[in-house]
Structure formats: structure tokens, C-alpha cells
């Protein structure tokens, strides 16, 4: 069988499949399952083409990862095939976890980060595919001796990063996010193990940064899109305050039903792995639209408002005048109402974190430069600072 088969990307055109194995992995359910999760959750109900799922991501960040390592080979550095096969595995399933609509239910259906389920599948999947997943999962946990494989699986400058902000950027129409992934990708080298950017390319992750600040208050930090987010979170978690007398499943899917009414701890988590894989977008969907129904109050507002675009109002204030809204809106409601229809809290984003893995610049004559302390166009250290605004979101009515 001829397992070379291409993908027609609408943003990168089209993207080969480089090795026998990742048709193995793109073909398991595990892997398919990523067509029915959104990418960016319910950011649809403000760009309308924000529908792309994980599946496109992964592919595309797939893409991404393989063109890197062949430029990186043609610098002269040594990576196997071995090597280069593991790191399109570890990129290519490193969104595996995601549960239904990705970082909108983060640890809110099960209290587990998923970058932990993306490696209990990774190890699922070793035992089907052998030593090629084992070698994926010591990239993917930073456990393998090359670590620069690592940073383009997870870093500042990785192959996530790149693909998400052009690909979010190309299907919700913010022009702001795109950059240049080809010419980043063409100057990077490897320079004591670690990913550097090549002096001319300076300019290009200047805009990447810029980028990715703008991207997340235009679309991911939007208000609107923060506010349905969160309706959707508080949705399941008063699911889950309403089920906790009901004895069996009614209307709503068994798998949803069992994390519903169950707290699973991440020890316990692995003998659970079926019906978490069996979960996506259309079962909490499926759920709402019978939670319209519901007998309380507060669940049926919310589903209601979120199936049928009636989404609360939300104001960026001031932290003053948050904490005194609040308390003006706890005249009008219960203590139950407050806890799930009041929500009230932070949005925070830096588009540099130079705690985590800073980007390093190489000059001609190989000394190498933190981008902080060369930058011209940008004062790209101010964007390592975070940028808090402080929300309070409320039913219209």
C-alpha cells in the first residue's frame, strides 16, 4: 500500500506524508478523533472561519517540523532518519490529548494537563508501533540527548507556534497573525545544541513575536470569544454540581457522563484513556442542546445562551472597578447564581517568555546574541512583560 500520500493544505499547499509510519499514526482513532476537535475552541461565534480543527494543526505542524529538519541538515548537522522520523512523530502528536474544544475545557473535564494524555497515548501508541513512538516520546518529554529536537516540539521559536499563528490567523481572517515561516525556517541553525535564528533573519522573528501579541488579544484573549469560553466552562461544571445525584446517563453521551460524575486523579487517569478518546466536540454539543431543557435554572441559561448566540456581556475594567460591579451584581442574584453566571477574573499574555527558552540570534562571526539585547525596529523585552486586564462577564437580562 502506498502509505505517501498527500494532504491539499489551504495554507501551505500541498503537504507530503515523509514516512510509512505517520499514515500509520494519521490513520489510528486516536488521530482522527483531532477532525472533531476545534482549534480554537468557540471562537467561531466571532470569526465565522474559525472552524479548522486540531487534525489541520497537526498536520500542518507536521509540515512545518520536516522542513526544518532538512534545512538544519543542510547546515551540516547530523540527524538520522531515525531522528528526523521521532521528531515528526512527537510534533505530529503532540496535540493528541486536547480533549473537546481544546484549551476551552483545559483540565475542566478531567483535571489533567494534555500535554500528560498526549504522552498516555504516545505510550498506547508504542506498544502498537514500537521502538519509532518510544524515540517520539523522549523528544516530546526532553528526554532525548539533542535537545535543539526538543525546542522545535516545544520552545519559543517551535514548529507549534509557527503553524497555529499562521493557520488561526489564515481561517479567522486577523491578518496580524501571519509571519514569515519559510524564511524563519530558513535561517535557523543549531548552535550548542540549541536552536538559533541566523543574523538575517532577525527582522522575521521580530514580526513573529509582534505577531503573536496581537493575535492574542485579537482572537484568542478577544472578549467575546473569552466570555464563550468561559460560559462553556461553567457550563460543564454546573453539569457536573447537577449530576452528581443522577445515577445513570440520560440523553447525553455514557463517556461524558462518566467524567461528568466522576473526579479521575492523573494516577488513575490511564485505565480511564478509552472513554476519554471516545470524546469530542459533538458530545458536549450534543449535551447542551439537552441541557436547554434542563430542569435548573442555571444550566439551562447558560447552554441556551451559548447554542443560540445570546452570550453574557463582558467589560475589560479596571481591578477597582471589577470588584465594585461585582458587588453591585450581588444584589440582583443568588449565591449559586454569582458562582456560575457572574464570572469575574483575569486575562493575561506575554508574547516572550524569557523564564522559559529565549531566542538566540547568530552573528556572521558566530558569537550569539540574546534578541532582547540587539533588537531595533520593536523593544522586544517589553513584550516578555505580561499585559493583565481584569474582566467581569454578566447574563444581558
Not at 306 to 314: E, G, T
Request: include cysteine; proline fraction near 2%; glycine fraction near 4%.
Amino acid at each position: 500500500m502506498n502509505k505517501r500520500k498527500i494532504f491539499n493544505d489551504p495554507v501551505y499547499g500541498f503537504i507530503s506524508i515523509p514516512y510509512d509510519i505517520v499514515f500509520d499514526v494519521i490513520e489510528h482513532p486516536y488521530f482522527q478523533r483531532l477532525r472533531r476537535i476545534q482549534q480554537l475552541g468557540l471562537s467561531s461565534l466571532v470569526y465565522p472561519g474559525a472552524t479548522h480543527s486540531r487534525f489541520h494543526h497537526s498536520l500542518g505542524a507536521m509540515h512545518l517540523m520536516y522542513k526544518s529538519l532538512e534545512v538544519l541538515k543542510s547546515k551540516g548537522h547530523e540527524i538520522t532518519e531515525e531522528e528526523s522520523q521521532a521528531a515528526v512523530l512527537a510534533i505530529l502528536m503532540h496535540d493528541v490529548g486536547h480533549g473537546p474544544f481544546s484549551h476551552a475545557l483545559e483540565s475542566i473535564l478531567v483535571n489533567i494537563e494534555h500535554e500528560h494524555i498526549s504522552m498516555l497515548l504516545m505510550q498506547q501508541l508504542q506498544k502498537e508501533f514500537g521502538k519509532p513512538i518510544e524515540l517520539a516520546i523522549q523528544i516530546f518529554t526532553n528526554q532525548y540527548p539533542k535537545k535543539f529536537l526538543y525546542q522545535l516540539v516545544s520552545g519559543q521559536l517551535d514548529m507549534d507556534r509557527l503553524d497555529y499563528l499562521n493557520r488561526d490567523s489564515f481561517y479567522s481572517g486577523v491578518s496580524e497573525g501571519v509571519v514569515g515561516y519559510d524564511r524563519i525556517i530558513n535561517m535557523l541553525d543549531v548552535h550548542d545544541d540549541n536552536i538559533v535564528v541566523e543574523e538575517k533573519g532577525i527582522y522575521s522573528i521580530e514580526k513573529f513575536l509582534v505577531a503573536r501579541r496581537l493575535m492574542y488579544w485579537q482572537v484568542y484573549l478577544h472578549k467575546t470569544c473569552l466570555v464563550a469560553d468561559l460560559m462553556l466552562k461553567n457550563a460543564i461544571l454546573r453539569a457536573k454540581k447537577v449530576y452528581q445525584d443522577i445515577g445513570k446517563s440520560t440523553s447525553i453521551s455514557e463517556n461524558l457522563f462518566f467524567f461528568l460524575t466522576n473526579e479521575i486523579t492523573e494516577s488513575d487517569f490511564e485505565n480511564h484513556l478509552n472513554k476519554f478518546v471516545l470524546l469530542d466536540d459533538t458530545d458536549v454539543i450534543q449535551a447542551l442542546k439537552f441541557w436547554m431543557q434542563s430542569d435548573d435554572d442555571i444550566l439551562k441559561t447558560l447552554s441556551t445562551a451559548i447554542i443560540n448566540r445570546k452570550l453574557f456581556k463582558i467589560e475589560f475594567l479596571e481591578e477597582a472597578k471589577v470588584n465594585e460591579k461585582y458587588l453591585s451584581l450581588k444584589n440582583k442574584y443568588s449565591e449559586d447564581e454569582m458562582q456560575f453566571l457572574v464570572l469575574k477574573g483575569t486575562a493575561q499574555n506575554n508574547a516572550y517568555n524569557l523564564e522559559k527558552d529565549t531566542i538566540h540570534i547568530k552573528f556572521k562571526d558566530d558569537t550569539i546574541k540574546e534578541i532582547t539585547d540587539i533588537t531595533e525596529q520593536w523593544n522586544i523585552r517589553s513584550l516578555s512583560n505580561p499585559v493583565v486586564k481584569h474582566y467581569i462577564a454578566y447574563p444581558k437580562k
